[in-house]
């Protein structure tokens, strides 16, 4: 009996060994790797933190949050498709020109894709995403500042997809309105018209 009460003791204890041992284990991240294969955008990984950290540096990865349970698009984002879409539109007050702005993107992948139009604007130079309020962003950033750089539509359009901070990407996502788009021109440097981005 008492060999029976030791051996059951001990199988306790190394149960529970083991059960602290699993709990102890960090969480796992799942990683949305990018194929490049149009019918198969992604595979799914699931690995340590240290492991997914180095899909950082691969921008159309979309990586989760430790212990997140991601499920990976079947459609590659593209300006066209895929992640979630914002729209405005732009316009000025010192101008009758107006302009169209989509942009797609996907919470945890470090790129966004979009398409900006414009309308009776001359001499355009640049065009931005701006923040409106810089707080929850921190450092290099400001209000009003820039966060992604985007194509001139010096045509009368623009389009693409650019690599972007995964942090400002979920940013973006997260809270839509505290960002901008901003066409500027060579009379109006600070900006000649722009739109809020919304859902």
């Given at each position: 009996m008492k060999r029976?009460?030791t051996?059951?003791?001990v ?5 529970g ?10 969480p796992k991240?799942?990683?949305c790797h990018?194929?490049?294969?149009a ?8 690995l340590?933190a240290a ?8 921008h159309?990865d ?9 499920q990976?698009?079947?459609t590659?984002?593209s300006a066209?498709?895929g992640?979630?879409k914002?729209t405005t539109?732009?316009?000025?007050a ?6 169209t702005f989509s ?6 992948q ?11 604007l001359?001499?355009?130079t640049?065009a931005h ?6 707080s929850q962003?921190?450092a290099?950033?400001?209000n009003?500042?820039i966060?992604?750089p985007l ?7 623009s389009?693409g997809?650019v690599?972007v901070?995964r942090?400002i990407?979920n940013a ?6 505290n960002?901008?788009v901003?066409?500027?021109?060579v009379?109006?440097?600070a900006g000649?018209i722009?739109?809020t981005?919304?859902?």
């Open positions: 029976l009460m051996a059951t003791a199988l306790a204890v190394a149960v060994t083991v059960a602290t041992a699993q709990a102890k284990q960090p991240v799942a990683v990018s194929t490049g294969s019918s198969h955008p992604y595979t799914k990984l699931t340590p492991t997914a950290a180095k899909h950082v540096a691969h159309r979309i990586i989760g949050a430790p212990g997140q349970q991601l990976c698009p079947t590659a984002l066209r498709g992640g979630q914002l539109s732009l316009s000025g010192n101008t009758t020109a107006t302009g942009v797609r993107l996907n919470r945890g470090g790129m966004i894709c979009y398409t900006l139009t414009e309308t009776g001359v001499g355009v640049a995403i701006h923040v409106f309020d810089a962003l921190g290099p950033f400001t009003n500042g966060v992604v194509a001139a539509p010096t045509a009368g359009s389009s997809c690599t901070p942090a990407v973006i996502a997260s809270n839509p309105s960002f901008y901003n066409v500027h021109t009379t109006a440097p000649a722009q739109g981005l919304t859902k």
